[in-house]
């Protein structure tokens, strides 16, 4: 029976339920900067107030150092840091973060004294006094850019109180633990062997080192004339006859004038062998035939075996650079002396090398370092001809001269280039020297059994951090604490004007921190050097015979003590922070200084049994690369300022767009746009990374990022626009959803728990990766292209449609929870747009603890079901691939499918209604093996087939042919099933929806 004529509406277009929303294809600027106020400082200022103050979680900052411009290793670290936050404060903590800045130190000193240089203010003539306020004020300044930098990545932090090292409080609380050190006896004076910067004039940590691979030195051998030998030897008549000389081997012979002993292994062999050119030689068994090698000439064996044993501490020898009176020094055994390189016998140097230092210093051996603090001899390295070494550089000319005057004495048997790797001042990028001098250190050997014992309890990410942490501390006996700046907190120690011996007690720091409360840190160097109130009681009898020191503190222990400042209950708390997040260099730097201080501390206090550290997790992040993999430097001109990539600047343009002129000047006048995605897509890059290896960035590395934060804002698009006119009865019990609303809502939970998953274990690189597969497979390739019929063209309250809103509802719910920490500004802003109705069913996403999604979306069978869908509907659409390419389709609405499947495949018979929205065609019908396939197949225009496997490895065959029904104006499907006009050709289903629309209309 024909159907009665109905009116042809204007536009079929009317008819449909398409979405809208006024949610923009990109955010303005002005925009962006009011959703990145709300979604930082106000949101951190809410939480405070709102969250429980029992259930904090503290992330403590690693202090950047306020000297110069941000980059991109600052924008991963913060980002980072941000994205832990937001990730607690989803769970429902309070957290706490507050930013620091390390303030102090020599770069800040330097810049300092650059900027007065260029006023015409000699470095000479500068007052200890005049440089500390111009590196306060640039450290200050340099904090505010800094700081305004960090907060336009959407960083989440307590700004208005943050702490620097050079706040009095800050000071005041690091001399408290200095104080608690020096009570226990864990900080001490000695001279020995430090790092010593000659380009910087100061000693400097092991920290505060980087190795040049290639550094050229100039090696040398050289032969000391034997005073005493063992009994045994001189009896040999040849012996008696000829003078014996033990070689050595040494890349440093700038050294030589501070040699006071030569090292033997005392279970090694050694040999006597006749040299023609340079006489008789003591050297390793083992070593002969490299001597002969750098002699060039063949040496005949006069003792073959001698033990180490039998030379140590039974022999001695002339000093090279002694003068004649000098008296003989001794050949002493060694364990670090091996057979492995050199001639096995290695000159010793107390002044200038640890291990001769620990080796003379049990034998009663003097330390001796004839080197100033220019890196430049001194008169005493030669004192009977003072003239040819005094103010050489010993890294310069002054290795040469030791060397032309081993020449000159016969001594020098031969010398050449070695290339090695060699410590460098990472501040000034010179080589450095070791040299004694007398520092102050701290006790490490005291307390690194404790400190050891305590990371046990810490979780390293990644876990390859733990063994290096642990190597560093094990192979650490004591931290020179001690630097020659005028550019920080000072060691509060006074010494005895006539024998130069430091007063350092509890009560002599608590003393001076008195006055220092009241005068200020500065007061210290700009008081009267005999200013009697500095001195405590006890010394003021002789007021004039003490002087204030001019050390100051390493750097690192003044970041290193900055737990302090964490001032949260640590009732039921093990750790004062839960999260140390810093690039991998810290191992050795600010993660061991935290450690040493607060194990120090903890030792102080009293504290009984295991000890703790000051964090539960350690997070180290490697460092930034360009995409050719080099690391970022401003030499190579590689660097990427993070602005560029939130401006968009960086990459290339999306668009021209028309500027001024006209005729052919136009083209040169068109201005090219960016999509200036903001700091979402800083923070999009940082958390794609996987940053416990070093990061690459790029233009091909943004360009993904980009993409895909756009993926994500057109989801939001989307979803706010299906969901304009849902409100909350509107929403459909699980009971009632569809088969297919059901498979979303378990990829939804699937995506959900995954990427909190991997968010709870740091790996935020591993949750975007969910989440990016879920929006373009799951979500968008599957659950929207199959649903899309439904929600445009069914009426607006069906069941069906109202499911596939409240499924649609979940997944915009769940997506902007998981975004929250990552891409708060694009969440911030669908909140904005997110309908009154919608907003009444929920918390804000940055404000709201995230729910579990619901137990009964977990149906393990739905992920068969989508296996076995996924399987035929890729076939469907290689069959309709080959009928595009004969021009035979378009929308994949122009075809029918048939599918045949194994007997006991029954998913398809219960989706049986659903498969055509699922695989978006017109018509789909099922068969088994051995039914005899419809005849509208053989009879269509076009047809294709094949076969099919099943994930249980059955087989199946695909039928895709033309449609054999007419289609239908409104929805397109070819569902009409009897001849009309064609510009009124409706579906019942349609005419069903257009049925209640007239009837509404009238």
Request: proline content about 6%.
């Amino acid at each position: 029976m024909s159907k009665p004529p109905r009116s042809i509406p204007k536009s079929w277009t009317s008819t449909l339920k398409l979405p809208k929303s006024a949610f923009p294809p990109r955010v303005s600027p002005a925009d962006q900067k009011k959703y990145l106020k709300r979604c930082t400082d106000e949101l951190y200022a809410w939480q405070l107030k709102e969250r429980p103050a029992n259930q904090p979680f503290v992330l403590h900052d690693g202090p950047p150092y306020a000297n110069g411009e941000l980059h991109i290793g600052h924008a991963l670290n913060k980002i980072l840091k941000d994205i832990i936050c937001r990730f607690q404060l989803g769970k429902g903590k309070r957290v706490r973060y507050v930013p620091g800045w390390d303030c102090h130190g020599l770069p800040i000193e330097l810049k300092a004294l650059q900027g007065l240089r260029e006023i015409g203010v000699a470095d000479k003539s500068v007052s200890p006094a005049v440089i500390r306020k111009s590196a306060r004020q640039l450290a200050r300044q340099t904090v505010k850019e800094q700081m305004k930098g960090f907060r336009g990545f959407g960083v989440m932090a307590d700004w208005d109180n943050h702490w620097k090292t050079l706040d009095k409080s800050f000071e005041m609380r690091q001399l408290g633990i200095f104080r608690e050190m020096v009570d226990r006896g864990l900080i001490y004076r000695r001279f020995k062997p430090v790092y010593w910067s000659p380009s910087t004039g100061t000693a400097l940590a092991e920290a505060e080192l980087e190795y040049k691979e290639d550094h050229v030195s100039t090696a040398a051998l050289v032969k000391f004339p034997l005073v005493d030998t063992p009994e045994h030897l001189t009896k040999d008549p040849l012996l008696k006859s000829q003078d014996v000389s033990a070689v050595i081997w040494t890349t440093t012979p700038w050294t030589l004038p501070a040699n006071a002993a030569i090292a033997v292994s005392e279970g090694l062999e050694y040999t006597i062998v006749d040299s023609e050119t340079h006489g008789l030689l003591l050297v390793a068994q083992s070593r002969v035939e490299y001597l002969e090698h750098m002699l060039k000439e063949e040496l005949d064996i006069i003792v073959p075996s001698i033990l180490g044993s039998e030379l140590a501490e039974k022999t001695t020898y002339r000093a090279l650079f002694k003068g004649p009176d000098a008296a003989p020094q001794p050949i002493i055994g060694a364990p670090f002396v091996t057979a492995d390189s050199g001639s096995g016998l290695v000159h010793c140097a107390p002044g200038h090398g640890m291990d001769d230092y620990e080796a003379c210093l049990a034998r009663g051996i003097e330390v001796f370092a004839p080197v100033n603090d220019d890196g430049k001899f001194t008169e005493k390295a030669m004192p009977h001809d003072p003239a040819r070494l005094t103010g050489k550089d010993v890294l310069g000319e002054g290795n040469d001269a030791v060397l032309e005057y081993a020449q000159s004495r016969g001594q020098l048997l031969a010398q050449h280039r070695y290339d090695h790797k060699y410590p460098y001042d990472w501040r000034s990028k010179q080589p450095i020297i070791i040299r004694a001098t007398e520092q102050w250190f701290a006790d490490v050997a005291d307390i690194r059994s404790s400190a050891l014992k305590a990371l046990e309890d810490v979780r390293f990410v990644p876990e390859a951090g733990k063994h290096r942490l642990e190597n560093f501390v094990k192979n650490r006996s004591e931290w020179c604490i001690s630097r020659q700046r005028a550019w920080g907190v000072p060691i509060p120690a006074l010494y005895h004007r006539p024998t130069g011996d430091a007063v350092l007690t509890k009560d002599s720091v608590s003393h001076i921190m008195n006055i220092i409360e009241e005068r200020g840190i500065d007061a210290w160097w700009t008081d009267s050097a005999d200013d009697p109130a500095w001195l405590p009681p006890s010394l003021r009898d002789n007021a004039g015979g003490y002087r204030r020191g001019t050390d100051t503190m390493d750097v690192w222990f003044d970041s290193g003590t900055s737990w302090s400042e964490i001032d949260v209950p640590m009732e039921g708390r093990s750790h004062p922070a839960d999260v140390y997040l810093e690039g991998s260099d810290q191992h050795r730097g600010w993660f061991q200084s935290g450690l040493l201080t607060y194990i120090a501390h903890q030792l102080a206090s009293g504290k009984k049994g295991v000890l703790s550290t000051p964090f539960r997790n350690l997070i180290t992040h490697g460092f930034t690369l360009d995409e050719h993999g080099r690391k970022m430097s401003k030499s190579i001109g590689n660097t990427i300022a993070p602005q560029t990539i939130m401006d968009g600047t960086l990459l290339p343009p999306l668009k021209p767009r028309k500027g001024k002129g006209k005729g052919k000047n136009q083209a040169e006048n068109q201005v090219p746009t960016y999509d200036a995605l903001g700091p979402d897509a800083l923070r999009m890059w940082a958390a794609s990374s996987d940053y416990t290896r070093d990061v690459v960035i790029g233009k091909q590395v943004l360009q993904t990022v980009h993409t895909s934060l756009h993926k994500f804002r057109v989801t939001f698009k989307l979803l706010l626009g299906a969901l304009a006119d849902f409100h909350p009865e509107c929403m459909v019990p699980y009971g009632q959803l569809q088969q297919v609303d059901r498979i979303a809502l378990k990829h939804l939970s699937d995506m959900v728990l995954s990427s909190r998953k991997s968010c709870d274990n740091f790996e935020f690189y591993k949750a975007v990766s969910i989440m990016n597969r879920w929006a373009n497979l799951e979500f968008s390739a599957f659950y929207m292209e199959a649903i899309k019929d439904r929600l445009y063209t069914l009426g607006e309250n069906s069941t069906s449609r109202r499911a596939a809103q409240t499924t649609l509802f979940h997944i915009y719910h769940y997506l902007q929870e998981v975004l929250g920490p990552i891409t708060p500004l694009l969440v911030e802003e669908t909140w904005e747009h997110t309908p009154k109705a919608i907003q009444s069913l929920s918390e804000h996403p940055l404000r709201r603890i995230s729910s579990a999604p619901a137990s009964e979306w977990q149906d393990s069978t739905l992920n068969d079901n989508y296996l076995e869908i996924v399987a035929v509907h890729s076939v469907i659409k290689n069959l309709q691939e080959q009928a595009r390419g004969k021009k035979q389709l378009g929308s994949s609405l122009q075809s029918f499918v048939h599918v045949i499947l194994p007997s006991d495949t029954t998913v398809f018979h219960q989706y049986l209604s659903e498969l055509p929205d699922l695989f978006v065609v017109s018509s789909v019908t099922l068969g088994h093996p051995g039914d005899s396939v419809p005849a509208e197949i053989s009879q269509a225009e076009w047809q294709y087939e094949e076969a099919c496997e099943l994930p249980n490895g059955q087989m199946g065959r695909v039928y895709v042919y033309t449609p054999q029904a007419s289609k239908c104006n409104r929805c397109w499907r070819y569902a009409v099933p009897e001849p009309v006009e064609a510009e009124n050709a409706t579906c019942d289903r349609c005419d069903v929806v257009l049925d209640e629309l007239e009837a509404a209309s009238t």
